[in-house]
């Protein structure tokens, strides 16, 4: 579990380093490029790379408290695994197991993680 417990968080990582990059499908950002989201996409790398370029439509900040909530649950997990309670570890692996799904299509992911 421990393995898994680390993977996940270098998942939570991947995705804190990248929360830059997730908008609303309404954002502004995709309203003002001809070409569709595929040219958004593009855009969202020059406005990476330009302070102050952002947008306000909420999902990056969204993505990283989401990105907190999965943390604080995660060390609940750890912290509950360490329990004398049999159903209580179960549960806690279960859970890191459920929050490890949907990152089962990134490299690393187990087959044997799967709940």
Request: charged share 30%.
């Amino acid at each position: 579990m421990d393995e898994l417990v680390r993977w996940l968080g270098v998942q939570l990582d991947a995705d804190k380093a990248r929360a830059a990059q997730w908008h609303d499908l309404e954002c502004s950002i995709h309203e003002h490029q001809e070409g569709g989201l595929l040219k958004a996409v593009a855009a969202l790398e020059v406005y990476g790379e330009v302070p102050g370029a952002v947008c306000d439509c909420g999902g990056p900040a969204r993505v990283l408290r989401e990105i907190d909530a999965r943390r604080r649950t995660l060390i609940r997990c750890e912290e509950a695994m360490l329990s004398a309670s049999p159903m209580l570890v179960h549960f806690a692996k279960q859970t890191v197991w459920e929050m490890a799904l949907p990152y089962a299509d990134r490299p690393g992911y187990k087959e044997s993680w799967r709940p």
